[in-house]
């Protein structure tokens, strides 16, 4: 914090900033830390202008201007330098300008009383230029407005009241200024507090980013921890000669689903940072989605005897154009899922249709189901949950089949309810260019054993 003030303020008056300490300066919003630090940027410069002004109207001997400046200047720079130091943003905006507005005024009138026009009212335009970087649009327009007709009277007056022609190339002159100053006010910085607002949303998207990555980062730490260190145990265990190459065999199958499920979630991991960077396109061809399935299945053939899960398939042609490895991928996690969220004994079914031009692949199972906020399409969240056998994951799964679908220009589309089980339907569009026979018109029951 002490390094943003040292920067926002001029080095003249980095002692004065000391003084925004006194306070939570931070628990300001950004408007009016903006506000702080205009309020003791006009405060500062004005008293070392005032200064200024007042030595060089003594050397040229006009000691009235000299005593006006040193009651007017006084009067609205230093409450408004108190009132900032309070922290009473919007208090000294308000007093800084009507303090202005005032003096100026009865600036005017002094001039007018000694017969002297020193073009006092230009203060208006600087009055106009605060309230844009003090005030809300809405106000600073009516401030402007305001000032806008008080230059007109003040010209006027002075030219009646001095017997002066009326120039009218410096009236227009002066009403185009403030022309410029309401349209500033108006249509600048509302697009510059849209343009505020913006960043606030990416720097909370950011932010939000970052602490998901915190996190994954904590989970596929002791996720990939406990598989790697079994895997490191049972190796040692063979090369020292503790565990016989037939009790190793036996634990093989079970050590391949550990390493297949550490290879999954660094694939995960891998494509989630992929698509963060956008670096990730898809490279459609044309393939049959009911050809996807079973080699997906066979990869998993230890889960499905451990958990004696029945899994059947009703696999018609289903032709569309996609990335082939975006496709396995996810039809790859939703299987994976499928398994994960199914009790023991429970069924899988997997299938796939055609119709009204559109390809559909759907894995439906009897596990435990997801709360209805997870099943936004659209959500971006990532949400970690166990298995029904305590198998952990990152929770990267679904949303990385959310952006392979949406890149393939497909839909995802769940339907679930908890303790029901859920039904996931991916679909893309018919590749016509692609002519295939159906594989299957039946249900098929895939049999892990035959499948080793």
Known sequence: MQNQLNQAMPWPFRLPRRMLLNGNFSSLSPFDQLRLITLLHIGWYGMVLLGL???????????DRAQYNLIAVPAFLV?????????????????????MYVTTIWGIYVRLIDKADVHVELLFIMIGIFSIILINSRASLILCTILTISYLAAR?????QLQQPVEM????TGVATFIALIYVSYTVKK???QIQRTIAVQNQALSELNTMKDNLFAIIGHDLRSPVAGLKTQLMAVKAGYTSGNQFAQRIDQLAQSVDSVY???????????????????NPVSLDLSKIADPIL?????????KQLTVTTHLDAAPAAVDEHQLS?????LIHNAIKFTPPAGSIHLSTSTNNGQVSLTVQDSGIGMPIPDQAESSGSVVQSRGTSGERGTGLGLQICREFIRLNQGNLHIQSEPGKGSTITISFRLDKSKKSANRSNSITKFDPVESI
Do not use: C
Not at 156 to 160: P, V
Not at 169 to 172: E, N, V
Not at 268 to 282: F, K, S, T, V, Y
């Open 53 to 63: 002004i007042v030595s060089v109207s003594m050397a040229n001997g006009q000691y």
């Open 79 to 99: 409450p408004t330098l108190w009132l900032a130091y309070r922290h009473k943003v919007q208090l000294a905006s308000w007093y800084l300008l009507i303090a």
């Open 156 to 160: 006027l007056i002075t030219f009646q």
């Open 169 to 172: 190339g410096q009236l227009i």
């Open 191 to 193: 697009t510059a507090i």
């Open 264 to 282: 999954l979630t660094l694939d995960n991991l891998l494509h989630w940072a992929m698509l963060q960077r956008e670096r990730i396109n898809p």
């Open 298 to 306: 066979l990869l998993y053939v230890s889960d499905i005897q451990r």
């Open 329 to 333: 991928i996810v039809v790859r996690n």
